[in-house]
């Protein structure tokens, strides 16, 4: 029987195919609760949840099957391949959720910052400045690209104190 290594990329898509398909679980339980289009800092929070839980189950399932051992840099490899797996994934979800289930998403989110605007006492000067700038933000591939650069840094962020504590490196004698 061979004794195999398992490979940080292996690891990294099937953890990332995990991370896309909870993230799309958690934008349909969003959308049909009609809060799909809402950026709330609680809504913020149980992402990054949901991202790390995902890649500290990666990372102990890889040191697990690597006997124990694993590398500063093959938890890294992990933890931003399956972010940047789990991003795309998401990202796709999210074009499809914004141009076909539910093409108004846009309108409905600039509305909320509208009314959010009036509640701070801007002007409608100001609102409709706001709004512009929005927009010009807001096409599908600049939130895509915004997107994927997000799930990359917050991989790499949530990946490095995991990375430090759980590293075992073999002994070399």
């Keep these: ?15 990332g195919l995990l991370l896309g398909g909870v993230s799309i679980a958690f ?17 913020f929070v149980v992402s990054i949840v949901i991202m790390l839980a995902v ?10 099957e690597n ?13 931003i391949g399956l972010c940047l797996i789990g991003g795309i994934i998401s990202m796709l979800f999210q ?9 108004d998403m846009l309108d409905k989110q600039l509305n909320l910052a509208r009314a959010k605007m009036v509640e701070y006492g ?11 700038v929005s927009k010009k933000f807001s096409g599908p591939l600049i939130q895509a690209a ?6 990359i840094f917050f991989g790499f962020v949530l990946t490095l104190i995991p990375a430090l504590v759980m590293k075992q490196t073999k002994s070399e004698y």
């Excluded at 006997?67 to 933890?79: C, N, P, R, S, V």
């Design 1 to 15: 029987m061979e004794n195999t290594q398992p490979t940080t990329g292996k690891f990294a898509l099937r953890y």
């Design 27 to 43: 934008g349909l339980m969003l959308y049909f609760m009609d809060m799909h289009y809402q950026q709330t800092m609680s809504i």
């Design 55 to 64: 890649i500290l189950l990666a990372l102990y399932q890889f040191k697990k």
């Design 67 to 79: 006997g124990g051992y694993m590398t500063f840099g093959e938890a890294l490899k992990i933890g």
């Design 95 to 103: 074009l499809l959720l914004s141009n076909v289930i539910d093409p």
């Design 122 to 132: 801007m002007t409608p000067e100001q609102i409709e400045s706001q709004i512009e």
């Design 146 to 151: 915004f997107g994927l650069i997000g799930s």
